[in-house]
């Protein structure tokens, strides 16, 4: 018998932002803070941010206060506060933040049909209301595009890749196959010049 769709969209929400968190293992916490790209893209950011985001979709929006004072989405907030956790926030700190987020969250789908309705606090009128559906399908693309940010820059910091530690999700080949394939890879990129 085929899945429930709110028990598949609720999987792959999970899935995806399981793999993300993943990505801080093993790392030392100057590498989870490290900004690794021009725009400052960080892990532990990533955590941070996509923790305030699904709990703002799922808790705001179907009228649940969720209990954390979230500062960064103050008006007079660093603007991109939400995507690295200040000196005074912990990894601790944020990875509790993101357990406690996503769990009011899995309580939030859990009690509502897909059909519920809600209103996403910081969208403008015309956008609202918006069902479970819309805002789960919404989450999921979200999270797998910071996922996928998460994949990059942790490659970037210890060439660790893949979807969980026993899934690398890439061909079983040792560094000196992946040196030649970037080589050619490189030698392709510079034929188009």
């Not at 792959?12 to 093993?26: H, I, N, P, S, V």
């Not at 960080?42 to 179907?62: E, M, P, Q």
Request: proline share 5%; charged share 30%; aromatic share 10%.
């Amino acid at each position: 018998m085929p899945e429930d769709p709110k028990a598949t969209l609720h999987r792959y929400l999970r899935r995806t932002r399981d793999a993300l968190l993943w990505k801080l293992d093993g790392l030392g916490d100057y590498d989870v803070r490290r900004p690794m790209t021009p725009t400052g893209t960080n892990l532990l950011g990533l955590v941070k941010h996509t923790a305030a985001v699904g709990s703002g979709y799922l808790c705001d929006t179907f009228g649940r206060r969720f209990a954390y004072d979230q500062p960064w989405f103050a008006d007079d907030a660093d603007l991109q506060a939400d995507m690295f956790a200040a000196a005074d926030e912990s990894r601790a700190d944020i990875v509790r933040f993101w357990h406690d987020a996503w769990a009011a969250s899995d309580e939030m789908v859990d009690s509502h049909d897909l059909d519920a309705l809600g209103e996403v606090p910081w969208w403008p009128a015309e956008r609202n209301p918006v069902s479970l559906h819309y805002v789960l399908v919404h989450l999921i693309d979200e999270l797998a595009r910071h996922a996928g940010q998460a994949d990059i820059v942790r490659e970037l910091i210890d060439e660790r890749v893949g979807v969980r530690a026993d899934n690398a999700n890439l061909p079983d080949v040792d560094a000196n196959w992946w040196r030649d394939y970037r080589a050619r890879l490189e030698q392709i990129a510079r034929q188009s010049l």
